[in-house]
């Protein structure tokens, strides 16, 4: 798919406010497509947890899903940046160069475009989290067998344990969205990490890692990726305790 096909949009009689208005409805489209990869991945772990020869050649499909998404996502929003740019410039010109809107676009994006990387497609930020959570789920032995040994054991310990690992330091609550730092390994939630981070932004300073004794003194966007795996134990232990309440025995 290409953003070429976007260029129509911007026709000469077209005002700068309506432009805008399909730049956001580009951002939409970069949202829907994040939730797409974020389902691919979570296809994708189901896959590497199931036994199976045919595993491979499946999980090889979904890596170029996830890499046609990436291709997408980079497309549009390479798009969206250099409009943004020329339109800036365009405000502060003679309305006649409103006229040579389309072919300021096309120029700059053809030319942005021809140097983005394949290297940078497998480190955008998604497909970096869709190959590490299906790398550490294929690194699982027997799921099956881990569940029932976890199941055997004693439930206060088991909860407490998850309690430690589940929860943000930042917020000192549950996680929902658990981001792991590449850097340093550690986990935040999602919201809380990137709250912080544009506060520090804003203020002009460095965000060091909230965990205790760590020695990341420079926690950035680019570091996190969603831990996939992580959110899938906290749903899994969310609905066991559930289950585990509304029995007839701990109802009240």
């Given at each position: 798919m290409s953003c070429f096909r976007y260029f129509h949009v911007l026709d000469v009689n077209m005002s700068l406010s309506t432009v805008h208005s399909t730049l956001s409805s580009l951002k939409t489209c970069l949202t829907d497509i994040g939730t797409g990869m974020d389902i691919v991945t979570d296809v994708a772990l189901d896959v590497a947890e199931t036994a199976g020869s045919e595993n491979d050649a499946v999980l090889k499909k979904l890596e170029l899903m996830m890499l046609e998404c990436a291709k997408l996502d980079q497309e549009i929003n390479c798009?969206?940046?250099?409009?943004?740019?020329?339109?800036?410039?365009?405000?502060?010109?003679?309305?006649?160069a409103m006229f040579r809107l389309k072919s300021l676009v096309k120029d700059k994006f053809t030319e942005r475009h021809g140097r983005l990387s394949e290297g940078e497609l497998q480190n955008h930020v998604k497909m970096a989290s869709f190959k590490e959570n299906v790398r550490n789920a294929l690194k699982t032995g027997n799921p099956e067998a881990a569940e029932n040994m976890e199941e055997e054991l004693d439930e206060d310990i088991a909860v407490t344990q998850s309690e430690v690992n589940f929860t943000c330091p930042l917020t000192q609550v549950e996680m929902v969205n658990p981001m792991k730092n590449r850097k340093c390994n550690h986990h935040y939630d999602r919201d809380a990490i990137t709250g912080m981070i544009k506060a520090r932004q804003n203020q002009k300073k460095k965000l060091r890692c909230p965990v205790v004794g760590c020695g990341n003194t420079d926690v950035k966007q680019g570091d996190l990726i969603l831990d996939q795996i992580m959110k899938r134990q906290i749903q899994k232990r969310e609905t066991t305790e559930a289950r585990f309440w509304s029995t007839p025995t701990h109802q009240s």
């Open positions: 798009f969206v940046d250099v409009v943004n740019c020329v339109t800036a410039e365009v405000r502060n010109q003679e309305p006649e």
